[in-house]
């Protein structure tokens, strides 16, 4: 579920020019909306097409308020109030989920029934809401659009327009080693004393 000015929707009903609640914009229209299907079979040859489970309540009650699936580099924006780290900054940074396994609740999963990767792409890059916790919009940087050029592993199959565009992040993007090291100390201490979703 997204978090839009009319509610929360399924995102698989979002269409292009729908309205999605961000946090630093409020409302912004969808420039595109796609994806593509991922069969077991692909996963279980390809690591880097696993999804990442997040648990429903693992960041807090409602955070996510589902059990919900990321793509793997897919961020999560961490706060700087209560997760201890020089790392984090004063607006958040973002964290990819995949370097966040330490955290119970946090897992790659591999689903024998596959799964569907769709990434909501707004003008600029924005933090929304998914299933309540706080994530991303589509992030074009050269490395996304590789994904788009029909390579066997890509998840996005965007028109060549969207796949040019050029964009800064919201946030700053945590390395992945940096992210592992925030994601055992919430797990050594626990969720509620490290770590906030902004809400």
Known sequence: ?????????????????????????????????????????????????????????????????????????????????????????????????????????????????GTQFIHILTKDHNILWSNGLATETLLMTPYSQRMTRAEPAALLDCPDDIAGIQMSPARSILHNKVARQIAKKISAAGVAGLLSQTS
């Open 1 to 113: 579920m997204i978090r839009t000015p009319k509610g929360e929707r399924p995102v698989e009903a979002l269409r292009a020019g729908d309205l999605v609640a961000t946090l630093d914009r409020g409302p912004q229209p969808i420039v595109w909306i796609g994806g593509r299907r991922v069969s077991w079979r692909e996963m279980k040859r390809g690591k880097g097409l696993r999804p990442i489970l997040v648990r429903a309540n693992t960041f807090g009650q409602g955070r996510p308020f589902a059990d919900t699936f990321f793509s793997r580099q897919h961020p999560i924006l961490l706060s700087r109030d209560t997760a201890r780290s020089r790392f984090i900054e004063t607006a958040g940074v973002f964290a990819p989920v995949h370097a966040l396994t330490e955290v119970p609740g946090i897992e790659e999963q591999c689903p024998t029934a």
